[in-house]
Structures are given as C-alpha cells and as structure tokens.
C-alpha cells in the first residue's frame, strides 16, 4: 500500500524547511526573474506592464523571505536570551515559544533540565541543613566533658533522625567480632545479642575491607541475610569503618530508610564524614582512658604517701570510706553515689602532701598562719584531682569536705542548703573518725564522747539527720 502524503503548514515545518523557503524567496526566485528579463525579447521587455510585474514579484518574493528569516531569528534570539537569564541563576525562568519545531523541542528540553537543576539545588540546600543541623549537635557533644558513649549515642540518634532512617549503630571491633557500642532505634535486649564476625554480612564486609557500603535493597544482596536474621536491618542500610590512621576501629551504619526510600550518594558521604570523627574521639577517649588510670594509680601513691607521712592519720581513709558506704547505703543512694562516696573518702586528704611537716605534725595547737596553711590542703586535694575528668565530683567533695552547715567552714564558707547530701555524709564520718583518733596534739575520744560532739554539733557544724543516723548505725 502506498505511503500516505501528509502536507504540513509552513508554520509547523522545521528550521531547515523554512530556511529553504525562506533562501528560494529571497534569492532563487528573484534571481530567476531577473534572468527572466534578460532573455527575454527586447520588445516584450519593453511593455511597461510586464517589467511592473516582475518587479512587484521580485519584491513580494524577497519580502516574504526576509519575513520568515527574521521570525527565525527572533525565536533564536529569545530562546538565547531566556537561556543567558537560566545561566545568571533565574532558575524560575521558564522558555515559552509559538513555534513547532526545533525551537520548541529545544526551549522543552531547556525547561526539563532547569526544573531538574532547580529540584536538585533544593535538595543540596536540604542536604546542607541537614548536615550542618548533625554537626552541630554532634560538635556541641564533641566539646562537652560527657563520657564517650553519651556522645557517641547522641551521635547515632542525631544522624539516624537526619537521615529519616528507622535505626542505627555504631560498633567496636573486639577481637575478629563488631558489637554494638551505641545504638538508636534498636532495643537494648536485641544490642547486647548482636554480634557479627569481621567479613559476614554488610557490616562485616565493610570492617574486613575497610570501605564504606550503600545497600539500598536487601533482597538483591544476599551479604545482607545476615542483618536481617538479627532483626535490626531489613530493607537497606548504608555502612562505613571506623579507621584510625590505618587501624580498623569498628563500624557505623544506619538501616532502613522510611517510607521505603533509598539511600542517597549524599547520605553516604555525610556517614564517611561522621565516620571519621567518631574514629578519632573513640580512639582520642581510649588514650584519655589510659593516661587517667595512670593519674590515678599516681594519685593513689600519693594517698598513701599522706598516710605514710602523718602516722596519725594511718588507716584514716580507710576507715572513713566504710563509714560513708554505711551512711550512704542507709539513706538508700545507688551504687554510683556510693562508689563517688567512696573515692572522696579515700582521696579526702590528700592535699596534706603539700603541707609542711612542721604544720601538719605540730604537737601543740596550730597558730592563725599555720591554721591558714592547713586550711589550704583541701584546695590543693581539688587541684590534684581536677586534671581528671572521671574524678571531676570527688574533687568537689575533697574541697569541702571542711565546711560546716552554719557556713563557717572553710574554703568557701557552704551553708547547709547548699550542700549535697554527700556532703554531709562524708563531713560527719570525717569528723567522728578524727574524733575517735589520736592526733599530735590531743588523744583519742571514746565513742560516746564522739557521739555526745556530733549530738552537741548537730545543726552548727552537722546535717541533724546524717547525725542522727550516724549514730544509730555506727
């Protein structure tokens, strides 16, 4: 069957079509009536009529031709206009046009792509807040005196909601096994189960090759099998390694994007940022760790080199720690109080290593110089703690163990509202064991009379209710 012939206006033909036209009207058909007249007989050319004609068609014809170039031209012309307007930053700029041609296919596919570039550039500026939202929770955690895990759990919670995502983990390597450090989203009893050998599944994978992972359908990679069968991953899940330096720490990842999304490249380079970061504090808090536990041993010999110097006070701190572990247990504080409690006990005086001998193992009554120096050892005990941060409330509890309720002890004169309960604790089994000791310039007391000082006392220098029970259980 013979293929159909389907006439189209000119208005709806391409640019070449009507550059064609538009050359035949202004040149070809001119040109052929001036040569035309040329050969023409000379008498017929000389009938006025005929020559009136051929001019009128020579100037209709190049006048239509040079109509439609200019339509041409024009159209061009706008269109690289509207398209210098889009290349300013006047993304909102649409091209319109009448034609139906090559021009209008053209401005679409310019307004297709400046509706893409201009979603895009919305999705950046989301990204931008979202990451700068993230670090600057996370840099605000970074700079506070919070232990690791709060700020490693403030991290993962951050990122997981940044990411819209339903939950997230970050895990240490412990031998050739990553488990959960902290985690957000995911329950307790199910973290402590977790625990995945280097090179199984995603995570593994990622902790055995040291490469960041984005995995956004489970179901097309079966390394994922193995979080799923934990319960904690189940349709993507973006993964990246903890690296110090070139040492492989753990892993962070976050799992399951909401309202089934895909993880984006964006949402994966922002976790290979945090990643990083989070490397260097686990492995900065470790090095911490380590030169606070030699501190600590330090100060310990310290304590005992206090004891050893003053033989009046042997066996003080110890007998000080039992008493505030009694007391404490008494008015029903947790073990973390009763652990602070402890340590303030045992470290209380040991400021006394910077007090002269003269001073502290003076037989006789101190003068008001030689009181103002002994006063100073309970600044000094604070100054010998304070580089450590895990000791930051003992030596709150070592500068005042010396105060008194009625605010006339020392260093800072405290009254008894501003006092904590420890506090009080430890100022009244400091006292009764002083009391019941010998010192250079006095002997001991019995026990009554230490408990007849602390009922006389109670209320001046002592809590009245830390008194009481004191005395009951003691």
């Known amino acids: 069957m013979p293929k159909k012939t389907v006439f189209r206006s000119l208005s709806e033909q391409g640019i070449l079509q009507k550059l064609v036209v538009s050359i035949m009207l202004m040149v070809i058909i001119p040109l052929l009536l001036i040569i035309y007249l040329l050969h023409t007989e000379a008498a017929a050319l000389l009938q006025k009529d005929n020559v009136q004609w051929i001019m009128f068609l020579m100037v209709c014809s190049a006048s239509c031709g040079y109509i439609l170039s200019r339509k041409i031209v024009i159209s061009i012309l706008k269109l690289t206009k509207d398209a210098q307007s889009i290349s300013q930053g006047n993304l909102s700029k649409r091209i319109k046009t009448s034609?139906?041609?090559?021009?209008?296919?053209?401005?679409?596919?310019?307004?297709?792509?400046?509706?893409?570039?201009?979603?895009?550039?919305?999705?950046?500026?989301?990204?931008?807040?979202?990451?700068?939202?993230?670090?600057?929770?996370?840099?605000?955690?970074?700079?506070?005196?919070?232990?690791?895990?709060?700020?490693?759990?403030?991290?993962?919670?951050?990122?997981?909601?940044?990411?819209?995502?339903?939950?997230?983990?970050?895990?240490?390597?412990?031998?050739?096994?990553?488990?959960?450090?902290?985690?957000?989203?995911?329950?307790?009893?199910?973290?402590?189960?977790?625990?995945?050998?280097?090179?199984a599944g995603i995570i593994g994978w990622v902790a055995k090759e040291k490469k960041a992972l984005n995995v956004s359908r489970a179901q097309q990679d079966r390394r994922f099998d193995v979080e799923v069968k934990m319960g904690f991953a189940h349709k993507s899940i973006i993964c990246a390694p903890l690296m110090y330096k070139d040492k492989i720490l753990g892993t962070i990842s976050v799992h399951d994007k909401e309202a089934d999304e895909e993880f984006m490249e964006d949402d994966l380079i922002l976790l290979e940022n945090l990643a990083t970061q989070t490397a260097i504090a686990i492995e900065n808090n470790r090095l911490n760790e380590d030169i606070e536990r030699t501190y600590i041993e330090t100060i310990s010999a310290l304590a005992l080199a206090?004891?050893?110097?003053?033989?009046?006070?042997?066996?003080?701190?110890?007998?000080?720690?039992?008493?505030?572990?009694?007391?404490?247990?008494?008015?029903?504080?947790?073990?973390?109080?009763?652990?602070?409690?402890?340590?303030?006990?045992?470290?209380?005086?040991?400021?006394?290593?910077?007090?002269?001998?003269?001073?502290?193992?003076?037989?006789?009554?101190?003068?008001?110089?030689?009181?103002?120096?002994?006063?100073?050892?309970?600044?000094?005990g604070e100054n010998i703690l304070k580089p450590v941060r895990s000791l930051a409330k003992v030596a709150y509890l070592v500068r005042h163990h010396q105060e008194q309720i009625n605010g006339k002890g020392y260093p800072d004169g405290l009254k008894e509202e501003e006092m904590s309960l420890a506090l009080k604790i430890l100022i009244v089994a400091d006292a009764y064991d002083a009391m019941t000791s010998d010192r250079p310039y006095r002997k001991a007391m019995s026990k009554k009379e230490a408990e007849r000082e602390l009922k006389k006392y109670s209320g001046i220098y002592f809590d009245p209710g830390v008194a009481e029970r004191f005395i009951k259980i003691i």
Do not use: W
């Open 99 to 199: 034609e139906k041609n090559e021009i209008d296919t053209l401005a679409q596919y310019f307004n297709q792509i400046t509706s893409e570039l201009e979603k895009n550039i919305e999705d950046l500026k989301e990204s931008k807040k979202v990451m700068q939202n993230v670090l600057l929770r996370i840099g605000g955690a970074m700079a506070s005196t919070e232990k690791i895990e709060s700020i490693l759990g403030l991290t993962i919670e951050t990122l997981t909601s940044a990411l819209n995502a339903h939950s997230g983990a970050i895990m240490l390597l412990e031998k050739d096994s990553l488990r959960v450090m902290v985690a957000h989203g995911i329950e307790q009893q199910r973290q402590e189960s977790i625990k995945i050998k280097q090179g």
């Open 306 to 380: 206090v004891e050893a110097k003053d033989p009046y006070s042997r066996g003080h701190s110890r007998r000080v720690s039992e008493y505030v572990s009694k007391l404490a247990e008494e008015f029903g504080l947790d073990k973390e109080a009763i652990c602070l409690l402890q340590d303030a006990a045992l470290l209380h005086d040991i400021g006394k290593i910077g007090i002269k001998d003269e001073i502290l193992l003076k037989p006789g009554a101190l003068n008001a110089e030689e009181k103002r120096q002994m006063h100073r050892h309970a600044i000094i």
